[in-house]
């Protein structure tokens, strides 16, 4: 069973990139590159370093926003969930936030941060900060009731119940949520690149398009894609490990 | 069990005159325009299995709720072991009717997880919870976790975690009905066994006739619209005959028609 | 949340922030906030202007369109995907790789291939919403009940009935939460599509109050943008709750 899935997966990559090929050398466009130029094109700039160098540009803003964004996040995501206060007055901006194309701030952080790294961190955090803030607060809104109840039936205290209760109960929820959370973070560092200032795989991106070298271009594009997919398929095993049979147990079979 | 002299002395004059664990006076309970429980008044003696049974709606786990403190009655007062209940307390414990395990802890850490709260060390609480453990029949599974358990296992768990608190009162809510019908009538004999050998007082939620009269020393009857209690019975079966006989002992039978009559027009 | 025995509706706390942003920009603490009154002003200025007009045609006719592709293209998909073990196994790991990716990175080949216009922003909408659409409905598909399935082969029903009648139907409330997540990224995707390619639709109007230091007009494009974003988000919540009553009985 095992190997038929893994063939399939091989076999589906084979036949789309099979495709990319074809459609490459046809050519369908001027502007489409063949799989293998690209390939070679990412190989090329492999061995002469310029991709690290790229994604050593592209990463800062990207982590520093996802971190600010993971802890922001929950803390406020925890505090609306806890708070029927708090979530009258703040809830509605996250919600709000995270309907709206928020892309469309990019311009007026410009104007106000000018084009550094502030712009870029701040675009990272508005895209992936509501998305943490919501999956947090709905989380511990929807502990288990009868779990809640529990602890107090054998004389929790509230700070009990918060530590061994609510957020252990909310935890997978919130870490799925910092998935989405990295995932809006990823598509964020790269607008803020192609839109603010080219810089980092973004820089690579723009100026082979400018120049027409499109086998270097596809290939920036598709490291980024395969770096996110990656990093999110590393997050979602971890959070299978940790929070193995979680979301089972206290419902009755 | 620590008392201070005047309390146990209290709780012995208690004992002498009726012997009742758990005294409900005068509760009444609205949700809104909905009374969910209307004046009732119910005493509970002690070292004996109650049966609070009636059609849903009746407001039976809203009376344990209250009894075990979870929820505050709106009039009237629950007396435990002859002081008034303000809120969740050490001498009563509670099993649910989805059992509210831990996922993500262990048999052994759920077991003792009433004592966790409690502050008790880790190696005294551990080592009651592995006798209550091996009580309900759960030895060898110590590491596991909730879900690798059966719902009839799972509910062993929340037992267990019950009986190491101590507590002279158990609560019980429904806890057999989300396990199936063979793990339940094993569960219904292990109860008769602990109300035999343990000198607890439990108060216990069905709305299965035949559980009640089988397991019961007393059987509260409630009525819903407006919630009251309509009858106390008393089975009063003979267990000597052994658990295989009493299901077919005239007595039994004769209850649960009897029971069945007084319900059945509430049921829709 | 309850004040002095009345209920608070859920969104009247933005009436606070309303008030807040009002005092902020009545105290000039800075250039980029005028006051939210002038801002409306400036809204109901600009809301028949042609220049503004045309902006929201532009973004509708993309938005629709990308919407449009993305559930015509992704419910069948989705189905196929639900019902076929073998081509769910193959296209499983695309979508799921779509679903996540950073799709702006995506955006600049479409501007090489389908140009500066209207094409490429269809199509940035359309792959911005399709991805959830298909694994909604493929995950909905997936859990209808098998007996259902059972019950309209017994009783005669062609591969093409089974679809229209049963297999949409059984996962209609997956389906429209699918839509509705898929929605909200494509009103993303739109203004994403329009940021970037910049000469189109709020894209450019955005460029053009931006660089003309216009606050108050750049606020006003904003409110609007967002106000139908949550709007139409919450009235297909609206859509999603109203079946979802079945959900719970199939």
Same mark, same amino acid.
Do not use: T
């Given at each position: 069973m095992k190997h038929r899935s893994l063939l399939l997966k091989v076999l589906s990559a084979l036949l789309v990139f099979g495709a990319w090929e074809i459609a490459g050398r046809i050519p369908v466009s001027y502007a489409f590159p063949t799989f293998i130029e690209s390939m070679t094109a990412l190989a090329r700039m492999t061995f002469d370093g310029s991709i690290f160098v790229a994604y050593a540009e592209t990463l800062k803003p990207l982590i520093t926003g996802v971190a600010i964004s993971t802890v922001l996040g929950i803390g406020f995501g925890l505090w609306i969930g806890l708070s029927t206060r708090f979530e009258w007055l703040f809830s509605p901006i996250f919600i709000v936030m995270q309907a709206a194309p928020l892309a469309a701030l990019i311009p007026l952080l410009v104007m106000v941060y000018g084009i550094g790294l502030t712009s870029k961190v701040f675009v990272v955090c508005i895209m992936s900060m509501p998305v943490i803030v919501l999956s947090t607060s709905s989380a511990v809104r929807n502990t288990p009731a009868s779990m809640k109840e529990m602890a107090k039936s054998f004389l929790a205290k509230d700070r009990h119940i918060l530590l061994k209760i609510i957020i252990p109960a909310a935890s997978p929820v919130i870490f799925s949520g910092l998935r989405l959370g990295v995932s809006a973070g990823f598509i964020g560092a790269i607008l803020a690149e192609l839109k603010i200032t080219p810089t980092g795989v973004g820089d690579i991106i723009s100026y082979s398009r400018s120049i027409a070298d499109y086998p270097s271009m596809y290939a920036a594009i598709f490291s980024i894609i395969l770096l996110a997919v990656l990093f999110l398929n590393l997050l979602e095993k971890t959070e299978n490990i940790l929070f193995k049979g979680n979301d089972r147990g206290y419902v009755s079979d | 069990m620590v008392m201070s002299q005047t309390e146990s002395a209290f709780a012995d004059a208690q004992s002498l005159e009726q012997d009742i664990a758990v005294s409900v006076q005068g509760v009444s309970k609205n949700y809104g325009a909905v009374e969910a429980l209307k004046n009732m008044s119910l005493d509970f003696p002690r070292g004996q299995l109650t049966s609070l049974l009636g059609p849903s709606g009746c407001g039976k786990t809203t009376l344990l709720k209250i009894i075990a403190g979870l929820l505050k009655s709106d009039t009237g007062k629950i007396i435990v072991n002859g002081k008034p209940v303000t809120g969740p307390g050490p001498n009563r414990a509670f099993v649910f009717q989805d059992f509210a $395990? $831990?996922?993500? %802890?262990s048999v052994m850490r759920n077991v003792a997880f009433g004592l966790e709260l409690r502050g008790v060390a880790k190696s005294e609480r551990e080592d009651k919870a592995a006798k209550y453990i091996n009580d309900v029949g759960l030895a060898g599974f110590e590491g596991a976790y909730p879900h690798e358990l059966s719902g009839g296992m799972r509910q062993r768990v929340g037992l267990a975690r019950a009986l190491s608190v101590d507590a002279n009162v158990l609560l019980l809510d429904?806890?057999?009905? %989300? #396990?199936?019908e063979q793990t339940r009538r094993k569960f219904q004999e292990d109860l008769l066994a602990l109300v035999a050998n343990e000198n607890k007082t439990f108060i216990f939620v069905t709305h299965s006739i035949e559980e009640a009269v089988y397991c019961s020393d007393q059987i509260a009857l409630l009525l819903p619209?407006?919630?009251? #209690?309509?009858e106390i019975i008393r089975p009063n079966i003979n267990r000597a005959i052994g658990v295989e006989s009493i299901r077919r002992a005239p007595e039994y039978l004769d209850i649960v028609d009897q029971i069945w009559a007084s319900l059945r027009a509430y049921v829709e | 949340m309850w004040f002095k025995g009345y209920k608070l509706p859920n969104m009247s706390s933005l009436l606070i922030w309303g008030l807040l942003w009002e005092i902020t920009g009545q105290l000039e603490l800075t250039f980029f906030v005028p006051p939210l009154s002038e801002v409306f002003v400036t809204l109901f200025n600009i809301i028949g202007t042609p220049a503004f007009t045309k902006a929201l045609y532009e973004t509708a006719v993309a938005f629709l369109g990308g919407v449009f592709f993305a559930i015509v293209i992704g419910i069948p998909i989705g189905i196929f995907m639900g019902r076929n073990r073998l081509l769910d196994e193959l296209l499983l790991p695309w979508v799921n790789i779509f679903v996540s990716a950073p799709l702006t990175a995506l955006v600049p080949v479409l501007m090489v291939l389908f140009g500066f216009g209207l094409k490429s922003i269809i199509i940035t909408t359309t792959l911005f919403g399709i991805w959830i659409i298909i694994l909604n409905t493929r995950a909905g598909v997936r859990q209808i009940n098998r007996s259902l399935i059972e019950m309209s082969t017994s009783f005669g029903a062609s591969p093409m009935d089974a679809f229209t009648k049963v297999y949409f139907w059984a996962a209609l409330p997956e389906i429209l939460g699918g839509v509705r997540i898929g929605v909200i990224r494509a009103v993303k995707g739109v203004i994403i599509g329009q940021l970037l390619i910049s000469i189109v639709g709020f894209g450019a109007l955005f460029e053009l109050y931006a660089s003309n230091f216009l606050m108050s007009h750049f606020w006003a494009v904003l409110i609007v943008l967002f106000a139908l974003a949550f709007t139409i988000s919450e009235f297909l919540g609206y859509l999603e709750r109203k079946v979802s009553y079945y959900a719970a009985s199939r």
């Open positions: - | $395990l $831990l996922p993500w %802890a429904e806890p057999f009905s %989300a #396990v199936d619209r407006p919630s009251r #209690v309509h | -």
